[in-house]
C-alpha cells in the first residue's frame, strides 16, 4: 500500500493528495511518513504511515520525524491530524508512540480488520 501511494505521488505530484517526509542516515532511507489533506474537509489531515526501519529505532527518529510532518501539515493550513492504527496487542508500543506525541484517542471501531480487532483512531489538534 505504501509503494502505490508514492508512485500515486510521483505520477500526480500535489493532485495526488499523498505527501511524504523522509529521513536519511548514510545515504539509507530509515523513516518516512505519508500525509494529506481528507478530501471534502478545510483542515483536517490524515497520517497514513510513519515508519522507521526496526535497526534504528530508539533514537528519535520517529520522534523528529512526527514532529517535523506536524510543521508541515501546519504550514499547509492543516489544524487536525487524524490516524489509526489496529487494536492488536503487536501494536501497543506504536499507540503507545502516538499518545507520547500528543494524539488523543478519538473513536473505536469493533471489529473493524478482524473479530476482535478493533481500529483505533487518534487525533491531535495543532497549535494547542
Given amino acids: 500500500m505504501a ?3 508514492l508512485q500515486e505521488n510521483l505520477s500526480k505530484g500535489k493532485s495526488s493528495g499523498y505527501y511524504f ?8 532511507v530509515v523513516g518516512y511518513s505519508c500525509y494529506g489533506p481528507i478530501p471534502c474537509t478545510k483542515e483536517s489531515y490524515d497520517l497514513y504511515w510513519i515508519a522507521v526501519l526496526h535497526d534504528v529505532r530508539g533514537r528519535g527518529i520517529g520522534r523528529d520525524l512526527l514532529e517535523r510532518t506536524e510543521k508541515k501539515i501546519g504550514e499547509m493550513g492543516g ?3 487524524y490516524l489509526d492504527t489496529s487494536s492488536r496487542d503487536q501494536y501497543e508500543p506504536t499507540r503507545s508512540f502516538y499518545r ?3 494524539y488523543e484517542q478519538e473513536a473505536v471501531l469493533k ?3 478482524s473479530p476482535g480487532d478493533d481500529k483505533i483512531i487518534y487525533v491531535k489538534l495543532l497549535g494547542r
Wanted: proline share 0%; hydrophobic share 40%.
Fill in 100 to 102: 507520547a506525541g500528543g
Fill in 3 to 5: 509503494v502505490e501511494l
Fill in 111 to 113: 471489529d473493524f480488520y
Fill in 79 to 81: 489544524k487536525r491530524i
Fill in 21 to 28: 517526509s523522509f529521513v536519511e542516515f548514510n545515504e539509507r
